[in-house]
């Protein structure tokens, strides 16, 4: 048998706001305390999880556990939630400012405080977004 479950603000879960495993790992214990309730106090139960899920693994692995838990399965985790956060960040950053800029807004931002235009601090960004703003 397995449970399949989605992190909370994912799927059908309800929720808005992840938190990268840190809140997640309580969330599971809740399910093994759930398997457990469910399926009676003999379940032997393996946690696993892919990416964020195999972080929330080896968090969940860090707190105190039913014996009911025999293994895990960590497939493709991170390090932390502070180094994905910090890879994410720049990726995202540079998408703003791509899109920003293929929009005009720094130029309008320009216009309207009478100065010109405005150069975003991703350069990247601005250098692929103005190229294909040239050709369309």
Same mark, same amino acid.
């Given at each position: 048998?397995?449970?399949?479950?989605?992190? #909370?603000?994912?799927? #059908?879960?309800?929720?808005?706001? !992840?938190?990268?495993?840190? *809140?997640? #790992?309580?969330?599971?214990?809740?399910?093994? @305390? &759930?398997?457990?309730?469910?399926?009676?106090?003999?379940?032997?139960?393996?946690?696993?999880?892919?990416?964020?899920?195999?972080?929330?693994?080896?968090?969940?692995?860090? +707190? +105190?556990?039913?014996?009911?838990?025999?293994?895990?399965?960590a497939?493709?985790?991170?390090t932390?939630? +502070?180094?994905?956060? *910090? *890879?994410?960040?720049?990726?995202?950053?540079?998408? !703003?400012?791509? &899109?920003?800029?293929?929009? @005009?807004?720094?130029? *309008?931002?320009?216009? &309207?405080?009478?100065?010109?235009?405005?150069v975003?601090?991703?350069?990247?960004? @601005?250098?692929?977004?103005?190229?294909?703003?040239?050709?369309?």
């Open positions: 048998n397995a449970l399949i479950i989605d992190h #909370r603000a994912s799927g #059908r879960s309800d929720g808005h706001i !992840i938190t990268f495993g840190i *809140k997640e #790992r309580l969330d599971a214990i809740d399910w093994v @305390n &759930f398997a457990i309730d469910k399926f009676g106090k003999d379940v032997r139960l393996i946690i696993t999880g892919i990416s964020m899920g195999a972080a929330t693994v080896m968090m969940t692995l860090n +707190e +105190e556990l039913p014996d009911n838990v025999i293994g895990a399965l497939d493709c985790g991170y932390s939630p +502070e180094e994905i956060i *910090k *890879k994410a960040v720049p990726v995202v950053m540079i998408f !703003i400012g791509a &899109f920003l800029t293929g929009i @005009n807004v720094y130029g *309008k931002m320009g216009k &309207f405080c009478g100065a010109g235009t405005i975003p601090i991703t350069g990247f960004a @601005n250098s692929i977004a103005s190229s294909i703003v040239a050709k369309a």
